[in-house]
């Protein structure tokens, strides 16, 4: 079974320009997590999705990020404009059901702003 | 109080040794539980659920104390390869504890 796959790995930019990211989950969950973790914290969960609707957003800085999951499958989580404080990993989770099962995640994408 | 807690250690331990965290949570409704482990710059991996009865997986135990509100996890016979930080998730709060990190010295 193939993993939770995120892209890219690593990505530099500069402050004020804006990034995006993606997210493939697993095959048949349903439920998509994205997380941003900073370093010696635990993971923050941004938002999440059952099938195409996100139930949960409230953690989300919404002037300036956005996600997407338009067929119920892969997603994206954008940034614009980018800001200093927004380096950090984004993890991107799925679990088959509910909050209530365990979650598998991706690799992560590491965001560096300069 | 934050809505979950954990000591961030770090905890030094020789190999062998036996090891032990908790984890503490707010919200008494919580349903489900769950130990992940993470190794530095990767990402988060399931360990252990933790069910009501308390469970074991080898070397790990997980325990869940409803009426204290924390979870615990316990590590016997440490090896090198368990140098690790250890994060426990509330499940229906979809909140992470910040972490304890675990070293394990030989």
């Known amino acids: 079974e193939a993993g939770v796959v995120q892209s890219p790995r690593y990505k530099i930019i500069e402050k004020k320009q804006p990034v995006a990211f993606w997210c493939n989950p697993i095959s048949g969950h349903n439920t998509l997590y994205w997380y941003r973790q900073n370093l010696g914290q635990g993971p923050e969960l941004l938002i999440r999705y059952e099938n195409e609707e996100a139930v949960d957003d409230s953690q989300l800085p919404k002037d300036r990020f956005s996600a997407e999951r338009l067929k119920g499958v892969d997603s994206t989580l954008k940034i614009q404009p980018a800001e200093l404080g927004d380096s950090a990993v984004y993890l991107c989770?799925?679990?088959?059901?509910?909050?209530?099962?365990?979650?598998?995640f991706g690799d992560g994408t590491r965001l560096s702003i300069l | 109080r934050k809505e979950v807690e954990q000591d961030p250690g770090p905890f030094n331990v020789p190999e062998g040794a036996t090891v032990a965290f908790n984890c503490t949570y707010s919200?008494?409704?919580?349903?489900?539980f769950f130990w992940y482990r993470q190794d530095c710059r990767k990402e988060p991996k399931l360990l252990m659920s933790?069910?009501?009865s308390g469970n074991e997986d080898g070397r790990f135990t997980a325990q869940l104390n409803r009426a204290s509100q924390y979870i615990s996890l316990l590590i016997r016979d440490s090896k090198l390869s368990d140098s690790a930080t250890y994060l426990c998730v509330v499940g229906n709060m979809l909140t992470f504890g910040g972490g304890t990190r675990l070293m394990v010295k030989p």
């Open positions: 933790v069910y009501s």
């Open positions: 919200n008494s409704a919580s349903q489900s």
């Open positions: 989770a799925s679990s088959p059901g509910d909050s209530n099962q365990p979650q598998h």
